[in-house]
């Protein structure tokens, strides 16, 4: 294990659905918040029900003594909408965002008076200057729907040179191909703070569902010793802590500002992590 240190390190939830799910999840951050995370963020979803869900559950984080973050998308919204939602956020003493376009539902055309996350940072720039802090999403792998790295890089600089502060990225297992993100990145003048978002693996057929949805690259090692694994759990695990350990390891070595995880409401998987890093 590393000698301890205070690298930064911050933590993603998702909305339970139900009662018992609320309850789980409250007793996960109370095993991660001695771990003092810079902020805790809260995922959105499209659709009244999961918006409300993710307000309550921001409000409690900040209420039991964490820096909530909540996800914003705007697929769909007005701008009378997203003028009203934000004044809401801000009177519970939210100050970060992590702002999204959101996914499209099937069938769904753009709508709403957002097509793009650089429109809603540009937005939320000219309302609220800099009230929020503004996280952005980055795609080391490429976001799935662009035509091609080149755009996906222009989407990126569109949402930067638009207002936002820093970014996390997609989860990947390949470090280079965060590198060479960022070495495009500050190719094009663009030098706000990429945090690597890191995903736990504890079950491998969790992880490929996951990343054949979102386009996160699985590298073919690491998929074919997964699938070697079978039903062993033990083994599918203490091969996922070594393959996520040696990723944070070579990133923090080579300067990234911290370390984003996220935590699929567990709590078990990222204190191993943490605890091999020493965090």
Not at 26 to 33: D, T
Not at 41 to 48: D, E, F, L, M, P
Not at 151 to 163: S, T
Not at 229 to 240: L, M
Request: proline letters at 5%; aromatic letters at 10%; hydrophobic letters at 40%.
């Amino acid at each position: 294990m590393s000698q301890a240190t205070t690298f930064p390190i911050s933590f993603e939830f998702f909305p339970p659905k139900t009662p018992e799910g609320a309850e789980k999840l409250r007793g996960v951050r109370q095993q991660l918040a001695p771990r003092r995370p810079e902020f805790c963020s809260v995922t959105y979803g499209a659709g009244g029900s999961t918006q409300s869900g993710t307000f309550r559950l921001v409000q409690e984080i900040q209420a039991e003594g964490m820096s909530a973050a909540s996800h914003f998308s705007c697929v769909g919204a007005t701008q009378a909408s997203v003028r009203a939602e934000l004044r809401e956020l801000q009177a519970m003493g939210i100050q970060r965002l992590v702002a999204l376009r959101g996914d499209l539902p099937s069938g769904y055309g753009l709508g709403g008076e957002f097509q793009y996350a650089s429109d809603l940072v540009a937005f939320i720039r000219k309302e609220f200057d800099t009230a929020f802090h503004i996280e952005v999403a980055a795609y080391p792998e490429m976001h799935p729907q662009a035509r091609s790295p080149q755009a996906d890089m222009q989407a990126f600089a569109a949402k930067v040179q638009a207002g936002a502060d820093s970014a996390i990225t997609q989860y990947f297992y390949n470090a280079d191909a965060y590198f060479r993100f960022i070495d495009s990145a500050r190719a094009l003048g663009l030098d706000i703070p990429v945090v690597p978002g890191i995903m736990p693996i504890t079950s491998s057929t969790q992880l490929l569902r996951f990343s054949d949805a979102c386009g996160a690259e699985i590298p073919r090692w690491i998929r074919l010793r997964l699938q070697s694994y079978g039903d062993d759990t033990a083994s599918i695990k203490a091969f996922g802590l070594e393959v996520v350990n040696d990723l944070c390891e070579r990133l923090r070595s080579q300067g990234v500002p911290s370390l984003h995880f996220y935590t699929m409401n567990q709590s078990a998987a990222v204190l191993a992590i943490c605890d091999s890093l020493g965090l």
